[in-house]
């Protein structure tokens, strides 16, 4: 008998691919969902099928239908994208193609790739490391892509270059420039480098400059005690979790609040209504203006599917800034890059 857990993985998942939220800041291709199939209740489910699925389950029996496969955005998808550049904040807004069309741009890009760069400017305090050249040339670039409307940049660096070091000192110096108004610079990496990272900075620092750093693992920690630490580190796994524990929490409060609390019950009979701590999605860090300062995506081209998890994952986070690490920004083909290019849209 199919269990009710693969009826809200399936929620979950047309959740993902269908519905568009603004207030998450979770962005997804056009053409917008159906309002006749998703028009009830704050996350727009499709509550006569909930109901069918309690009444099954009541009855010990479930029909199931074939799920049909959710089809791969065509290589234009990101024209038909909700996605937009604010500029200035409160200025006007581009369409993401139209932006990458303007002078505004093609400025941006000149200044990102020009070579005549003084690199030696910008001094790293209490580094043990030498910077190689190239280095130093991508902290400083990292920073002037911080003030362009992207408010972001994908370091494409080969393998062994010391894009991480690169990233995290440029990260710390955004950090440094807009404290007390940011939070703590976040990493989000595979699990098998998340003590690769935290070497990084124990190495290449000293001890009396050392960022303060720790590795969030569990969700039992406050978003209070995790703003006092400068970089945090967290895998993907874990990032996803998270954001499935949010997910799931709203489909239960959404079928709650457009139907009632029973048929709530009876289509999650294993959900415990119970409040978790979220450290990574709480409303404490724009309440206490303390929103991730940086987001540095280790392996960016992990998430380059926009109907990924990890993708909904990383875009549901609260960060102002974004570095993307990635030894292979085009990774089959050219067109992957436009899904990573989105996390650096000054939508945050």
């Given at each position: 008998?199919?269990?009710i857990d693969n009826?809200?993985?399936?929620?979950?998942?047309g959740?993902?691919s269908e519905?568009?939220?603004n207030?998450?800041?979770i962005h997804y291709?056009?053409?917008l969902?159906?309002?006749?199939?998703f028009?009830i209740?704050?996350?727009?489910?499709?509550?006569p099928r909930l109901?069918?699925?309690?009444?099954?389950?009541?009855?010990?029996?479930?029909?199931?239908?074939?799920?049909?496969?959710?089809?791969?955005?065509?290589?234009?998808?990101l024209?038909g994208?909700?996605q937009?550049v604010n500029?200035?904040?409160?200025?006007?807004?581009?369409?993401?193609?139209?932006?990458?069309?303007?002078?505004?741009?093609?400025k941006h890009?000149?200044l990102?790739?020009?070579?005549?760069i003084?690199?030696?400017r910008?001094e790293f305090?209490?580094?043990?490391?030498?910077?190689?050249?190239?280095?130093?040339?991508?902290v400083?670039?990292?920073?002037?892509?911080?003030n362009?409307?992207l408010?972001g940049a994908?370091?494409?660096?080969?393998?062994?270059?010391?894009k991480?070091?690169?990233?995290l000192?440029?990260?710390?110096?955004k950090?440094k420039?807009m404290?007390?108004?940011?939070?703590?610079?976040l990493?989000?990496?595979?699990a098998?480098c998340v003590?690769q990272?935290?070497?990084?900075?124990?190495t290449?620092?000293?001890?009396?400059?050392?960022p303060r750093v720790?590795i969030?693992?569990t969700?039992?920690v406050?978003?209070r005690y995790?703003?006092?630490y400068?970089?945090l580190?967290?895998?993907n796994?874990?990032?996803?979790?998270?954001?499935?524990?949010?997910l799931?929490?709203?489909?239960?409060s959404?079928?709650?609040y457009?139907?009632?609390i029973?048929v709530?019950?009876?289509?999650?009979p294993k959900?415990?209504?119970?409040?978790?701590?979220?450290?990574?999605h709480?409303g404490?860090?724009?309440y206490?203006?303390?929103?991730f300062?940086?987001?540095?995506?280790?392996e960016?081209?992990?998430?380059?599917?926009?109907?990924?998890l990890l993708?909904a994952?990383?875009?549901?986070?609260?960060?102002?800034?974004?570095?993307l690490l990635t030894a292979?920004?085009l990774?089959?083909?050219w067109n992957d890059?436009?899904?990573?290019?989105?996390?650096?849209l000054?939508l945050?």
């Open positions: 008998m199919a269990s009826e809200l993985k399936d929620l979950i998942q959740y993902i519905v568009k939220d207030s998450e800041k291709r056009s053409p969902p159906d309002s006749a199939k028009g209740g704050r996350f727009l489910l499709d509550m109901q069918e699925i309690a009444e099954e389950q009541a009855n010990g029996k479930i029909k199931r239908q074939p799920v049909p496969k959710i089809p791969k955005p065509p290589w234009k998808w024209e994208s909700q937009h500029f200035d904040g409160d200025g006007p807004s581009l369409h993401i193609v139209e932006y990458l069309s303007s002078t505004e741009w093609v890009r000149v990102i790739t020009r070579n005549d003084d690199a030696d910008i305090t209490g580094l043990r490391t030498d910077l190689k050249s190239w280095q130093k040339i991508a400083v670039k990292l920073l002037e892509a911080c362009s409307p408010e994908i370091l494409g660096d080969d393998t062994g270059l010391g991480s070091l690169s990233a000192l440029a990260a710390l110096a950090r420039e404290f007390p108004y940011a939070g703590p610079v990493v989000v990496c595979r098998g003590i990272w935290l070497e990084e900075i124990y290449h620092f000293d001890k009396a400059h050392r720790l969030v693992d969700p039992d406050s978003p995790l703003v006092t400068d970089v580190i967290c895998s796994g874990f990032l996803k979790r998270r954001y499935s524990e949010v799931q929490a709203e489909l239960f959404s079928v709650a457009g139907v009632n029973d709530a019950k009876r289509c999650f959900y415990i209504h119970k409040r978790k701590p979220q450290p990574l709480s404490l860090y724009r206490l203006n303390q929103q300062s940086v987001l540095i995506l280790d960016a081209h992990d998430a380059r599917n926009p109907d990924s993708y994952a990383v875009q549901s986070l609260d960060y102002l800034h974004a570095f292979t920004p990774y089959n083909s890059i436009g899904g990573s290019c989105l996390f650096c000054g945050h």
